[in-house]
């Protein structure tokens, strides 16, 4: 019975995950990871901006990676907290000053850099295994890149043309879809471009994260715009779901490769 007992005693630690971590989620992308890792009950705080799954509504919100509620984070007496290395760095510092350890994970560029992200969570809550299937499961969910020339596709990411530019991972987003970011090639992430400059690289697909298509159609030449003309200005991608480097965007790509599939279709046929 005693070597029974002990057996049990040393298996306990690999067989159960103790009672979890207090976790506080400082960005979006990071909490929908957190609870597609199976860890949503780990959560004690969230961004204000957390919005999804709908059992976010019902965790206290700390603030953002800008501007962080550090009083609400304490009382919530943590064991981490997952912010952006890329966001104030003072964030970090203000949140270890009170003795609270902060996890900084690095910026999502690509893709791919959402994998990491998610095995970086994954090791720091203990569930590596689990951060192995979601990664999987996220790869294997990815369209297969079709062949022939890519579809040129400029992103409205919000109204006053901001756009994105190759160091986003919209960008890249796009490309894994079948198409090319107009702007791709400048080394910048987000940015306004001016309607000259969208009307001059004459994309053959628009993507409108905000806004509608009716207000987009009625600018000044846009009737002339390849994209208007083959009908390929879309809205029906998840603005949030497509917007943020987490599980989602994956299947938002899926969306985005049949929509501008007719196009490269049509581009093969020329």
Known sequence: MRDIFL???????????????????LMPSYTEI????????DL????NFCN??????????AGDYLRPNLEKVYSLKPDVVFTGAWASA?????LSSLGIKVVTLPEEKKVDDIL????????ELGLKKEGEKLEKRLSASLPRKPAGKPVKVYIEADSGGWT????SFLSDAVSKAGGVNVFGREKRGYFQATWEEVLLMDPEAVILLNGGGDEFVSRPMAKDMAAVKGGRVITGLDRDAFSRPGPRLFGEIGKLAAL???????????
Not at 7 to 25: D, Y
Not at 34 to 41: E, Y
Not at 52 to 61: N, R, V
Not at 260 to 270: F, I, S
């Open 164 to 167: 994105t530019g190759g160091d």
């Open 7 to 25: 057996l049990l005693l040393l298996c306990f630690p690999l067989s159960a995950r103790a009672e979890g971590k207090r976790v506080v989620s």
């Open 34 to 41: 957190i609870f597609a890792l199976g860890a949503g009950k």
């Open 116 to 123: 990491t992200t998610v095995r970086l969570i994954a090791a």
């Open 44 to 47: 004690v705080g969230v961004s």
């Open 90 to 94: 003072s964030t970090a510092r203000q």
């Open 260 to 270: 501008l599939a007719p196009a490269a279709h049509g581009d093969d046929e020329k």
């Open 52 to 61: 999804y799954p709908p059992e976010t509504a019902k965790i206290e919100k």
